[in-house]
Nanobody, 113 residues
């Protein structure tokens, strides 16, 4: 069985920070690019950050300079460090192993005063 479990989301004030985690079981993250997506109510799911199988990363323009994706392949875990959070970051966040169809339940991030 394949499971992706995202965690770390919560209510946070603007300007705050969170670190999201995604732990996979029945999978091997080290063989694939990894990514974080998010989806706000009424909007399409969008790619936020991507980490290549090597060392490269890329980010949506809206989060550049604020978010950092990282990975620990030995732990089958990918992280998203989120700094200087803004209300427009409010969404459900999902991790994705590129090239595979699996999704977890996501973790909710709410940025509000």
């Amino acid at each position: 069985q394949v499971q992706l479990v995202e965690s770390g989301g919560r209510l946070v004030q603007p300007g705050g920070s969170l670190r999201l985690s995604c732990v996979g079981s029945g999978v091997m993250f080290g063989i694939s690019d990894m990514a974080w997506y998010r989806q706000a109510p009424g909007k399409e799911r969008e790619l936020v950050a991507r980490a290549s199988i090597g060392v490269g990363t890329n980010y949506a323009d809206s989060v550049k300079g604020r978010f950092t994706i990282s990975r620990d392949n030995a732990k089958n875990t990918v992280y998203l460090q989120m700094n200087n959070l803004k209300p427009e970051d409010t969404a459900t966040y999902y991790c994705k192993q590129m090239g595979y169809p699996y999704w977890g339940q996501g973790t909710q991030v709410t940025v509000s005063s």
